[in-house]
């Protein structure tokens, strides 16, 4: 890595830093029902108005089963309802400002895949996004879910961390009241700020129709020949009959896109307003807006490590957690940055010059760096926003951010779902750490029993369950898009072999981590793959808060013991190397096997010549 990569990762390591422990603390007054805020005077008559239109008592608490009760019906009245948009979308009022494109209704199962991935806040597209939804689909359906689910997450840490912090109680928060706050007072006013911040920058916000600009150079392709009605047409054979298409004009996206963006990025969506997501240069004009939107993506989960310190009333446990995260979040740059300056040693020898790395997939703006630390830090958290293509990316590059997203998105992570990850990783360190020394496990004065460590157990099986089945699956079947030219069904990759083989992997991988990004070489828009990837985004987000809701609760119950001198610190060096041991373990234990049959393997046959 050149100076100047170490310079840009400096500085964003500096300034993530700086805000962590005044977010943190910003973060403890929203997330106490009575906490004060600058912002008091404006909000609170909105927030009163609101738990009153709902009926809620905001002193009221919930048990854990309460909390998740309320969770899951939100969740799933939100889904039914983006689900309804997107397919009245074609026949919604005011078609002519918010549907000039006059966009069809989104099918079945795509408008369930869409649903139920803005629900869980994965925010995987199985579509192409100027091209399918309308300026009302985006603010209303998705946009609204980019603040609800986030909302949801930041929740769910807050509850786990209550039940940490608490002895000998019952409640764990009240889940209307986190929805609520965190939204007014957090969500919404950053990203008013860092709409304008991106406005600035030359991203668009409007409700103009799609500009259409000439090509210097017209484009020939062959498409699929339809009818009069829109039909495929068949010849005689059966087969799909196909056309010369040339294209002489370009479409130039328009609409409101800052404000999908700002919450894009810092609620951890990173659903792209367009099908080339951050490395369309509307949406990333600047190098500028490429730093700030990769460091909003870490802001708020980096700041939450400081909110569970000050919480439990230990700040060098949360400052413990915030180094294990950073450990992984710094190796996993290294090593992808290492290997895409590395380049691919088939093209050196065809003469590409070495020193040039591996640029495919990348743009020319940001470069190879800048490109691996936004794939590392994206899939680091669960939001799934790129500015290269991860499919592009050579075997070991593309092993790490497919290897972020399996340990559980747990380096700082999405917006809440980092936190409560990486504490189940925690109880997993203090039940190996009581087990070496032959005592009941502690942490932070509760014992830990059988039952805490089934849940967070369970945690873990639930995403190696969703990941590996699905997968296998995947594998063995040819559920995908029908070829154009035999109209046989496909297995859906854009490659063979083991790169092939990483694609399905990385596709069940991001939609069970809740992370969204993919590989870009899955054709995913079909009906099975839609339903499959639809099911394992509820899998990795539900199937995992529900038994973090029952550890929250049996924390919470627990009376304090005191401190002996066979406690076992969880703070300081010796705790945070033990975590990144036990993540790093657990992480290899259940998905070695499954990375050594993609990217490991293609990466020694890339460097014996072949080419998938």
Same mark, same amino acid.
């Given at each position: 890595?050149?100076?100047?990569?170490?310079?840009?990762?400096?500085?964003?390591?500096?300034?993530?830093?700086?805000?962590?422990?005044?977010?943190?603390?910003?973060?403890?007054?929203?997330?106490?029902?009575?906490?004060?805020?600058?912002?008091?005077?404006?909000?609170?008559?909105?927030?009163?108005?609101?738990?009153?239109?709902?009926?809620?008592?905001?002193?009221?608490?919930?048990?854990?089963?309460?909390?998740?009760?309320?969770?899951?019906?939100?969740?799933?009245?939100?889904?039914?309802?983006?689900?309804?948009?997107?397919?009245?979308?074609?026949?919604?009022?005011?078609?002519?400002?918010?549907?000039?494109?006059?966009?069809?209704?989104?099918?079945?199962?795509?408008?369930?895949?869409?649903?139920?991935?803005?629900?869980?806040?994965?925010?995987?597209?199985?579509?192409?996004?100027?091209?399918?939804?309308?300026?009302?689909?985006?603010?209303?359906?998705?946009?609204?879910?980019?603040?609800?689910?986030?909302?949801?997450?930041?929740?769910?840490?807050?509850?786990?961390?209550?039940?940490?912090?608490?002895?000998?109680?019952?409640?764990?928060?009240?889940?209307?009241?986190?929805?609520?706050?965190?939204?007014?007072?957090?969500?919404?006013?950053?990203?008013?700020? /860092? =709409?304008? #911040?991106? $406005?600035?920058?030359?991203?668009?916000?409007?409700?103009? !129709?799609?500009? +259409? &600009?000439?090509?210097?150079?017209?484009?020939?392709?062959?498409?699929?020949?339809?009818?009069?009605?829109?039909?495929?047409?068949?010849?005689?054979?059966?087969?799909?009959?196909?056309?010369?298409?040339?294209?002489?004009?370009?479409?130039?996206?328009?609409?409101?896109?800052?404000?999908?963006?700002?919450?894009?990025?810092?609620?951890?969506?990173?659903?792209?307003?367009?099908?080339?997501?951050?490395?369309?240069?509307?949406?990333?004009?600047?190098?500028?807006?490429?730093?700030?939107?990769?460091?909003?993506?870490?802001?708020?989960?980096?700041?939450?490590?400081?909110?569970?310190?000050?919480?439990?009333?230990?700040?060098?446990?949360?400052?413990?957690?915030?180094?294990?995260?950073?450990?992984?979040? /710094? =190796?996993? #740059?290294? $090593?992808?940055?290492?290997?895409?300056?590395?380049?691919? !040693?088939?093209? +050196? &020898?065809?003469?590409?010059?070495?020193?040039?790395?591996?640029?495919?997939?990348?743009?020319?703006?940001?470069?190879?760096?800048?490109?691996?630390?936004?794939?590392?830090?994206?899939?680091?958290?669960?939001?799934?926003?790129?500015?290269?293509?991860?499919?592009?990316?050579?075997?070991?590059?593309?092993?790490?951010?497919?290897?972020?997203?399996?340990?559980?998105?747990v380096v700082f992570g999405g917006v809440g779902a980092g936190l409560y990850g990486m504490l189940i990783y925690v109880i997993i360190a203090?039940?190996?750490?009581?087990?070496?020394?032959?005592?009941?496990?502690?942490?932070?004065?509760?014992?830990?029993?059988?039952?805490?460590?089934?849940?967070?157990?369970?945690?873990?099986?639930?995403?190696?369950?969703?990941?590996?089945?699905?997968?296998?699956?995947?594998?063995?079947?040819?559920?995908?898009?029908?070829?154009?030219?035999?109209?046989?069904?496909?297995?859906?990759?854009?490659?063979?072999?083991?790169?092939?083989?990483?694609?399905?992997?990385?596709?069940?991988?991001?939609?069970?981590?809740?992370?969204?990004?993919?590989?870009?070489?899955?054709?995913?828009?079909?009906?099975?793959?839609?339903?499959?990837?639809?099911?394992?985004?509820?899998?990795?987000?539900?199937?995992?808060?529900?038994?973090?809701?029952?550890?929250?609760?049996?924390?919470?119950?627990?009376?304090?013991?005191?401190?002996?001198?066979?406690?076992?610190?969880?703070?300081?060096?010796?705790?945070?190397?033990?975590?990144?041991?036990?993540?790093?373990?657990?992480?290899?234990?259940?998905?070695?096997?499954?990375?050594?049959?993609?990217?490991?393997?293609?990466?020694?046959?890339?460097?014996?010549?072949?080419?998938?």
């Amino acid at each position: 890595m050149n100076s100047s990569g170490w310079i840009q990762l400096i500085l964003y390591v500096g300034i993530l830093l700086a805000i962590t422990k005044p977010l943190g603390l910003y973060l403890c007054k929203v997330l106490d029902v009575d906490g004060q805020t600058f912002l008091d005077p404006v909000v609170k008559p909105l927030e009163r108005l609101t738990y009153k239109l709902i009926g809620v008592d905001p002193k009221e608490e919930h048990d854990w089963k309460r909390y998740a009760t309320a969770m899951l019906l939100f969740s799933l009245v939100s889904m039914l309802f983006t689900y309804a948009i997107l397919r009245l979308q074609a026949v919604l009022p005011f078609q002519s400002l918010f549907n000039s494109q006059k966009l069809s209704a989104v099918s079945e199962h795509l408008s369930f895949n869409t649903a139920a991935s803005f629900t869980t806040n994965t925010n995987w597209q199985s579509y192409s996004g100027e091209g399918t939804m309308s300026y009302f689909s985006q603010m209303v359906a998705l946009a609204i879910h980019n603040f609800a689910s986030a909302a949801v997450g930041i929740g769910i840490a807050a509850a786990l961390v209550r039940g940490i912090a608490r002895h000998t109680a019952k409640t764990i928060g009240n889940f209307w009241v986190d929805l609520t706050r965190v939204t007014y007072y957090l969500l919404l006013p950053i990203c008013i700020v /860092f =709409a304008v #911040v991106l $406005v600035s920058q030359g991203m668009i916000q409007n409700f103009k !129709p799609f500009d +259409t &600009a000439a090509l210097t150079e017209p484009v020939h392709a062959q498409v699929e020949k339809k009818n009069d009605k829109g039909e495929t047409v068949k010849g005689s054979d059966g087969k799909t009959v196909m056309e010369d298409q040339v294209t002489d004009t370009q479409t130039i996206v328009q609409g409101p896109m800052a404000s999908q963006i700002a919450i894009k990025m810092l609620g951890t969506n990173g659903g792209g307003y367009t099908n080339a997501n951050a490395a369309q240069p509307f949406e990333n004009p600047t190098p500028l807006s490429n730093f700030l939107q990769m460091l909003s993506i870490f802001a708020i989960p980096s700041a939450l490590t400081y909110f569970l310190g000050r919480t439990v009333k230990n700040q060098g446990h949360g400052w413990a957690v915030w180094a294990a995260m950073f450990v992984l979040f /710094f =190796a996993g #740059v290294m $090593v992808a940055a290492h290997y895409e300056a590395a380049g691919n !040693p088939n093209l +050196t &020898a065809l003469g590409v010059d070495p020193a040039d790395g591996n640029m495919e997939g990348k743009e020319v703006r940001f470069g190879i760096f800048n490109s691996a630390l936004f794939a590392t830090i994206t899939t680091d958290a669960s939001c799934g926003a790129v500015n290269s293509m991860h499919d592009s990316f050579t075997p070991l590059g593309g092993l790490v951010p497919l290897l972020n997203i399996q340990l559980g998105e747990v380096v700082f992570g999405g917006v809440g779902a980092g936190l409560y990850g990486m504490l189940i990783y925690v109880i997993i360190a203090v039940f190996i750490a009581g087990l070496m020394v032959g005592r009941t496990p502690e942490y932070l004065g509760k014992k830990i029993e059988p039952k805490d460590v089934k849940m967070a157990s369970f945690v873990i099986l639930i995403l190696a369950f969703s990941i590996l089945g699905f997968s296998a699956w995947a594998s063995v079947s040819k559920m995908g898009a029908p070829d154009p030219l035999t109209n046989q069904l496909t297995d859906g990759t854009n490659n063979s072999g083991p790169h092939g083989f990483s694609e399905i992997l990385y596709a069940y991988s991001s939609a069970t981590g809740n992370n969204g990004s993919a590989f870009a070489g899955l054709t995913a828009n079909a009906p099975w793959y839609d339903t499959t990837l639809g099911l394992a985004t509820l899998f990795g987000r539900f199937a995992m808060i529900v038994p973090i809701l029952a550890l929250a609760g049996s924390l919470a119950r627990k009376k304090l013991i005191a401190e002996s001198a066979g406690t076992f610190p969880v703070s300081g060096p010796l705790f945070t190397s033990l975590l990144v041991g036990t993540v790093l373990l657990v992480g290899a234990l259940t998905f070695v096997p499954a990375l050594v049959l993609g990217p490991v393997v293609e990466h020694f046959l890339m460097h014996a010549g072949n080419w998938f």
